[in-house]
């Protein structure tokens, strides 16, 4: 994991482990052991600022103990001065308001015996530091840690991402994970309280298909808070969408004796107890996702049969995929489309603040078979409408789309393709692709934050925002598009001609299929 802002990561990582050693024992000896370590560390503090105040007076015997108060005075006012203050500011605030909240977890929760509150620390293991989160992941491949390596037999897990693309806490898992879902800020709070309940809201992790297990954590932490298990004859396909007051999730599920799809329903405010169940009017529904109006679910059906337990497919040559629209109150069917070629596997979908369904294609078909993997659809409209790929060469995604971003603000669109190893931005004004940049095994795909670290020199010829995408070899990279479609540099009047402008930053770990935004 990257290291950011040592000091408080490790101050803030200890306390974080003392709260769950806390929670785990109830005792008060945990208690006694919490406040030994304060005083220690306290203690600790202090006599290393004797010890460095010693020094100072035999360099200049005029020193005072004042001279750090007013030291740290000064640094303040420095960086409240500072052109790039707000975000640093912003994390020493965050900062101090996770370990404020640490801290009042662990007196509360320590000895209270009555709570039936799972203990998931037993079976996630939480690192953490102090920064505020801006996408959250999904790891293939996590670090390894020897000292924890007889606790974890696998290295799957989670990680919250900041506004640089640094790793702010990182959770295992228990198997492989595949959509990540972000419970979006009710409507109702205020814009003084937004920033708090931004970071504690719930984030979803769905297992990859076809798993039987979803669970929720904290989007500031990553603690596991609830772990949900499948109905009987159930399983999940790996994707999930919130009501737009985050009361509701649903899930699209397979039903293992029929093999029709469901939509389960399930109480954010309950302990994410299921409540209801629709169908999906189709076969293998994969990804779903909330329309603007707050009352329409929007279903990718992929068409492809499954067992339980079994990614194996049964019915290539006969699959029936669609978009379907629900009522989402009562799972009334409003609309369905279809697709020109019944083997186009309807699987990912991103939602224009328009109302127009972008739409990811994965195709089943032979090889030499070249058809639209990018598609568009509104609701009235009595088919999808293709993107345009210059010379109509869709085999450059090699017939597997596996993510869309939407940035509904300038009218781009982002799709990854690990098979082809690329990631390609399409300007919507025009339906046209923009362009193609390599990228291996890439996947996960979002819209791109402001981040306070400058990216290059030719920084200045791209647009404000973009996109992230994560891949398999641990990279987390910058799209941004050029705004100029041909840039002199200054080195030796070489002439720029690429339309996207990528920065890659490394981690140590394998990035999964997608990332999401917070």
């Known amino acids: 994991m990257s290291t950011i802002e040592a000091g408080t990561a490790v101050s803030l990582a200890q306390t974080h482990d003392q709260l769950n050693r806390s929670n785990r024992s109830g005792t008060t000896s945990s208690t006694h052991e919490l406040l030994t370590t304060s005083v220690l560390t306290a203690v600790g503090t202090a006599a290393l600022v004797g010890i460095h105040h010693r020094y100072r007076k035999q360099q200049h015997p005029d020193a005072s103990l004042q001279d750090y108060v007013d030291g740290i005075r000064t640094q303040l006012q420095a960086l409240r001065a500072a052109p790039d203050s707000t975000p640093k500011l912003s994390r020493l605030r965050y900062a101090c308001e996770q370990a404020a909240v640490t801290w009042k977890q662990a007196y509360h929760a320590v000895g209270d015996n009555n709570s039936d509150v799972p203990d998931f620390a037993v079976m996630h293991t939480t690192t953490m530091l102090a ?103 159930r399983h999940f396909y790996g994707h999930a969408c919130y009501s737009l007051d985050g009361s509701l999730l649903y899930v699209t599920e397979n039903d293992t004796v029929s093999l029709a799809g469901k939509i389960g329903i399930y109480d954010a405010n309950d302990s994410y107890k299921k409540v209801a169940e629709f ?51 009562d799972g009334t069917l409003l609309e369905q489309v279809t697709p020109e070629h019944n083997q186009m596997s309807v699987r990912h979908l991103a939602m224009h603040d328009d109302g127009t369904v972008m739409i990811g294609i994965q195709f089943q078909g032979e090889k030499h078979i070249n058809v639209p993997l990018v598609l568009t659809h509104k609701r009235g409209d009595g088919s999808f409408t293709p993107l345009t790929m210059p010379n109509n060469q869709w085999q450059r995604f090699h017939q597997y789309i596996a993510s869309v971003a939407v940035d509904s603000e300038r009218n781009l669109l982002c799709v990854t393709t690990p098979i082809g190893g690329c990631a390609a931005i399409y300007d919507l004004h025009t339906r046209k692709l923009i362009d193609d940049v390599s990228l291996p095994d890439c996947a996960g795909a979002s819209v791109l934050a402001n981040s306070s670290v400058s990216m290059s020199k030719i920084d200045k010829y791209a647009e404000p925002t973009g996109f992230i995408v994560s891949d398999g070899q641990g990279q987390l990279t910058a799209l941004r598009v050029n705004a100029l479609p041909k840039v002199k540099l200054d080195v030796n009047d070489i002439e720029f001609h690429e339309r996207i402008i990528k920065d890659s930053q490394l981690h140590m770990m394998s990035f999964d299929n997608h990332l999401q935004a917070l």
């Not at 640094?166 to 009710?186: A, F, G, L």
């Open 279 to 329: 169908d999906s009017y189709g076969i293998g529904p994969h990804e779903l996702i909330m329309h603007p109006d707050s009352e329409t679910l929007i279903i990718a059906n992929g068409g492809i049969k499954t067992e339980q337990a079994s990614r194996e497919e049964l019915n290539l040559d006969t699959m029936r995929p669609s978009l379907v629209y629900l009522n989402r109150h």
């Open 131 to 233: 920064r505020p989160v801006s996408w959250v992941s999904g790891v293939a491949s996590l670090p390894k840690d020897q000292a924890t390596l007889s606790q974890n037999e696998h290295d799957f897990g989670v990680v919250g991402i900041d506004a640089d693309r640094q790793i702010v806490w990182q959770t295992t898992m228990p198997e492989r994970v595949h959509d990540i879902v972000v419970q979006p800020v009710s409507v109702n709070v205020s814009e003084a309280q937004h920033n708090t309940v931004e970071q504690r809201r719930d984030v979803v992790v769905m297992g990859r298909r076809p798993s039987e297990r979803f669970w929720v954590l904290n989007t500031s932490n990553g603690q596991v808070q609830h772990a949900i298990k499948a109905d009987v004859n």
